[in-house]
Nanobody
């Protein structure tokens, strides 16, 4: 059974960095597009970044965090990491990774598999 698990969240001071990891189990990650979403308290879920399945290999970022986010796919480790630099208080949220076949979508309802989420808190 295909499953996703996030790790790497925590409490970070403003301006700091975090690297979140999404590890897949049950089958190879290769053909799946993997997206990172986040949801802050009282707000709607927001797409942050996505990387197409390994035969596509395009990456996408939502406009406003562009430049502080980088997504890395490692099919050998069956992981997709999200690097976040210059963390701001507004980055505080639960971060989720999600998978769908091959091509990224900015519509969260099109993702079939979801991890349990990892909390990122940015505070001094």
């Amino acid at each position: 059974q295909f499953a996703l698990a996030e790790s790497g969240g925590g409490l970070v001071q403003p301006g700091g960095s975090l690297r979140l990891s999404c590890e897949a189990s049950g089958r190879p990650l290769g053909y799946y597009a993997i997206a990172w979403f986040r949801q802050a308290p009282g707000k709607e879920r927001e797409g942050v970044s996505c990387v197409d399945g390994s035969d596509g290999d395009k990456t996408y970022y939502v406009d406003s965090p562009k430049g502080r986010f980088a997504i890395f796919r490692d099919d050998a480790r069956n992981t997709v990491d999200l690097q976040i630099d210059g963390l701001k208080s507004e980055d505080t949220a639960v971060y989720y990774c999600a998978a769908r076949f091959r091509i990224c979508s900015n519509d969260s309802s099109r993702y079939v598999y979801w991890g349990q989420g990892t909390q990122v808190t940015v505070s001094s």
